[in-house]
């Protein structure tokens, strides 16, 4: 169906087809041309500003181009007339492939199953002599080696806030770019307006090499224009089509993430799709047992540097996540004082595999028959990417913060990682611990099967880290993983929150519905509710009610989206729901507790 032409040029029809009617037609499509190309050529910003890294008197400001520059700044104060100029990285590892939705532009490039490389800088520049609570203008500016320069509208920043002085927190988590994470984002911005912060546990996209879903898939879901009000993610129920954009959030509040296992890309490959290698992580003690073996021909001078880049990209590694955000110098697990709160942030999180059994099935509990017999093909079941294992690195970093100044004088403790310690979502089972690999044969020795099993009694956060965190304080430990909302108390009252249903969910399984558990296996693996010994609390607003009109612990859905809200000023912690089958209805404030013990 052809739109029609506006009146002035529909005006055109009416003219006598003389040649000056011909000349000036040319002009102006040549004219109309022109402007086209000029704007194509203008130089775009690939994401407004973000925020990062707070002090009490600075903070950072980041934002990403698709060329270098000669000069990235950041204009600020009341009249934007002071200024800092950036540092200019260029990130290492992002890529596109013929599964990425981008332009055809750029999709000529790809052949077959081999991802392109695709060229991306990262500016950040330190606004420094802030004052706490003091809320001042800024924007950034991109020069091009041209000449031609580009700037971002104006927004605010502000400093690290002030103990005392009341916050308003988004929780979230494993946005993907799934259909309703626009449509929440937005909902925040609508129902709460400007946050202070954004904690978010993790899986902030699918395939972390993959540019597109950082910046600008063409669905309209990618990460940061979600997150920046920019998005234009179409949700279409009932036959009723509505465009959501996001919220205009971290341009004005410091975002501080944890690593999940979307944050995590395996091994490194030119010939296969970024897909392939997302999933096929391999454990670094049997990428090194291989190094030991071609060590001569790989790194014929035993140089330390190429046997780590050998390494990484035999085994797995997060690059680009910490290139994006380089928090606190690409530390993978931080704690940070933001006002009232000390955030302890962990990285928790292990490859996600099928629980299939399938033959063909490279999984949670076996290898595919085809590998039996290649081990450099096996995927070593759903093994832990960093050790939370007491008397790991990892471990005793957190028993030293935990008995930190920082840490025992907050008013509001919270541990945030990925991975859930108590959930009635599928991603609890099976137990968080190291796969016990157990190899069957035969009597000739010909292998039968390669399955693995997961202790329960070995969980490392049930054993080792949550005891830790009862023990110091702690008033609240926030997670994701599961893709649903729910909650728990601790007998001691300590709460627990998964608040991830914000794109789509993967189920809660509870009643009647069940977890798929391996038929025959020896380990104790729960098909129904929550496998560490807690019992959902039902929210205290207004819970959803199930089938036989009871009130339901957990909210799991597909249209219905949930978002959570810390108030440091009221000590509570609010969650909302939308119900995106219902554009013009109200965000329902569903639960609220006190985050105390």
Known sequence: MLTPLPDKLENLRDLPRTPWFFAVLILIIFLLGFMMQSYLNEPQLLTDPFLQIPTANSVRVVWFTEFAGTRNTVDYGENLNEITAANTTKLSRTREDKDSHISDEIKQSIIDSNPIVRDIWRHEAEVPNLKPGVRIPYRVTSEREDGASVSSKVFTLSPTPAAGMPLKIL?????????MTAANLQKVAETIGRVDAVFMAGNLINIPDRASEWFDDYRGRAFFPAMQGRAFSEL??????????????????????AIGNHEIMGRFAT?????????????RAAADKIYAQRAAFVNPNNEPSVREIWRKNNSFNSDTYEEIFNFYGRKKYYAVTFGDVRLVTLYVTNIWRTPNLDPAARGRY?????????????????????????????????????????FQQAKYKIVMFHHPPHSLGDNIVPAYTDPVQIVDRAENGEIKMVRYEYPKQQDYLIRDVV????????????????????????????????????GNSYGAFAGEKRRFVPPGYREDYSAIGDPNGLEPVVPTV??????????????????????????????????????TRKPESEVVKFDEFKCER
């Open 171 to 179: 929780l979230t988590s494993d946005h993907q770019l799934m259909p």
């Open 236 to 257: 279409d129920k009932n036959g009723i089509k509505t465009v959501y954009s996001g919220g205009e959030l971290i341009q004005h509040a410091p975002l501080f993430p």
């Open 271 to 283: 010939n296969s799709t970024l897909g392939d290698q997302f999933n096929d992580p391999f454990p």
């Open 366 to 406: 076996r290898e595919r028959n085809e590998d039996f017999n290649n081990p450099e093909k096996w995927g070593y079941g759903q093994h832990i990417f960093e050790p939370i294992v007491k008397g790991s690195a990892q471990y005793t970093w957190l028993q030293q913060e935990l008995k930190s100044a920082e």
């Open 467 to 502: 005891p830790l965190l009862e023990t110091a304080g702690v008033q609240l430990v926030f997670y994701g993983h599961s893709h649903l909302w729910n909650r728990f108390v601790s007998s001691s009252g300590m709460h627990f929150l998964e608040t991830s249903n914000v």
């Open 542 to 579: 207004a819970p959803l009610l199930g089938e036989d009109g009871r009130p339901l612990p957990y909210i799991e859905s597909n249209d219905i989206t949930a978002f959570t809200i810390f108030d440091t000023g009221k000590g509570t912690v609010s969650s909302y729901y939308f119900d």
